[in-house]
């Protein structure tokens, strides 16, 4: 059905019921975006549409022009961040119907499984139900997209990593039915959905990786190849990479001195990297070639990679993903192995820095007409004190991804702003600006730089002084200053408020009273004027001649 033929169904008063693949909406909400999922996934429907802005009953609610572009921009928003793969929608076009505006949303499936915010969904009668795991896998395989995973695989199986798999499995779900000790490994792949697949082959068969130790020189020690990545995945591969990377020492606790050994990385960030090695490796080169470098102080895990990778390499906070194993990324999904809407990097990042350690490095390596994507986490701590910082922040953000966020604007204090964007996508770079309005952030953002506030200074360093120091009062001269001629309708004036929240100042009666003394000393040097008690103006723009 396309768009005129459903307009015209609308004008006769067609309702919900008596259109197979439509649905009605009298407002948009995120949580209906499973309805997109829902229409995508049954085969029956050669294209579908949510129409908002009309009643259950066909009845137009009679919405003006703002409203729809506010919801025709909500709803591409969403469909950014929630629907896997976005072009499921085909289109979103604004019309007119009677009296009312209406936004049309065009559904068709892609040849894959359509999901929104991590869950598939399929119709039943008119409902939309979030779809089984087994279900889940029966679709994809049922639908020809261009899945490298689910091609056909004819080589053989390690039975013992797909009874490790199974159990797994079994650990996480009930939906499979899995008897793993009286189940033969070729049944457990077929209730699995990936027997003779090549997801079959890369977990359980003779896809190969390589394993490299280095010694402390940065020597090759040895290099094994082996097959079967789920090896990789277990939770044995991650106890010995810990093993090797481990330093022992002692704590005193009460007189008593005792054995302690630390945990290098954090469990989840090192799953995470290698989840991802294995989910998103490109096999049609060189059979993915993944390799996991293994030093004292870092560990590096490298794979091929589709170029359109590299769009992807500093964005530490972003939900997008792309994936070429959808298959794979599905029967992952099934015992809590990866995660595939786009939070994997995210979860790297803050892990590493909620542990204390340094940040992660991403990189990519162009070899023509593909990539090579590397990912690499360091064991010694790095950022401790930022660590301690985060727990303070926490306390003012209870929004968790605002809470992050702020965090990692303290860690990138040094950067220039236009650097730190290219680490966020659209939705990110919203919620830094929201951080950045926040009178508790720890930065302040002027042009294309970060400034620390000063009580974050102060927590970074340890150094609690009463008095600014000589380069304190040069940054906070030129702050201020540009902030109160080039803030609209200001004209070189300040508030002392607005000031203390600038420096980052609390409302303390010795903090007012630092801020006092300064602009005072500023009004001395006939660089500021009081206006009234609170209020203050520059003389002038900055100069740094004048400072």
Known sequence: MDIEELKRHLSAGKIEAHLRGVDFKRSWQQAHGKDISAIANDESITTGWIVVGVDDNGIVAGHDVDWLKKTEHMVSSHIRQYLEPSWAVKSIVGEQIGT????????ANPQDVVKWNGKAFQLIGTTSTEMKEH????????????DFSKAKYSGGYDASLIT??????IASTEDFQIDANAMSPNEIMRKLNVFETNTGGILF?????????????????????????????????????????????????????????????????????????????????????????????RITVRNNCTKEAKAFLEKWFSRINKSTNKHLMNTLRVPKITDEQGTGKIRIFRLMLEAGKREPIASFEDLGDYGRWSITLYN?????????????????????????????????????WSKIESFLDDDYKYVAQEVLKNSHSP?????????????????????????????????????????????????????????????????SGSEMTQLARLFSEWRNRALMEMIKKGHWKFTSRYSSDKT
């Open 100 to 107: 009312g505006q209406c936004l049309f949303i065009e559904i």
């Open 135 to 146: 279900e889940v896998l029966a679709l994809s395989l049922r639908l020809p997209g261009a």
């Open 164 to 169: 490790a798999f199974a159990q797994k499995v």
């Open 205 to 297: 068969g003779d896809f190969p990786y390589r394993i490299v130790h280095f010694d402390e020189n940065g020597d090759i020690l040895d290099q094994k190849n082996h097959k079967g990545l789920y090896n990789i995945l277990s939770d044995a591969f991650i106890d010995d990479l810990q093993s090797r990377a481990r330093k022992k020492g002692t704590s005193v606790h009460e007189g008593t001195i005792s054995a302690q050994e630390e945990m290098p990385y954090p469990v989840k960030a090192l799953r995470e990297i290698l989840a991802n090695a294995v989910a998103h490796a490109l096999y049609q080169k060189n059979n993915g070639d993944v390799v996991v470098e293994i030093r004292q102080s």
């Open 380 to 416: 010694e701590e790095g950022n401790t004190v930022v660590k301690n910082i985060s727990q303070e922040i926490r306390n003012y953000f209870p929004d968790v991804d605002q809470w992050r966020m702020a965090t990692a604007l303290l860690l990138w204090r040094d950067y220039d």
């Open 443 to 507: 930065v302040w953002r002027y042009d294309n730089s970060l400034y620390t506030k000063r009580w974050a200074q102060i927590r970074l360093t340890g150094k609690v002084t009463k008095e600014f120091s000589e380069g304190e009062k040069q940054v906070w001269y030129k702050l201020l200053n540009r902030y109160s001629f080039e803030s609209s309708g200001h004209d070189g004036h300040i508030t002392s408020e607005k000031a203390r929240d600038i420096i980052g100042l609390s409302n």
